[in-house]
């Protein structure tokens, strides 16, 4: 009987660390390009018309690549490209 519990609680614990480790993983941010309007070196103007700073530098590039035509290479706030 003893074995059956040990066990048990063995394998409830093993449950338990993976069930931890996947709602760790779970949780993150992601960046969606639908919520840029325009972008800029520095951040981007969002369709929420609020300026934000790129959270990461690969969503800058990430954005560059797919949106040329609405990627402007200077910051947001340069008084040449007003």
Do not use: C
């Not at 066990?7 to 931890?20: D, K």
């Not at 300026?51 to 910051?75: L, M, T």
Request: aromatic share 10%; charged share 15%; hydrophobic share 40%.
């Amino acid at each position: 009987m003893q074995i059956i519990l040990k066990s048990a609680a063995i394998a409830l614990a093993l449950a338990g660390v993976t069930l931890g480790s996947a709602a760790n993983a779970a949780v993150g941010v992601s960046f969606d390009v639908g919520n840029v309007a325009v972008g800029y070196s520095d951040g981007y103007m969002g369709t929420d018309h609020q300026y934000h700073a790129w959270a990461q530098h690969s969503d800058a590039v990430r954005y560059q690549k797919a949106h040329k035509e609405s990627y402007h290479g200077y910051r947001h706030d340069d008084p040449n490209h007003r």
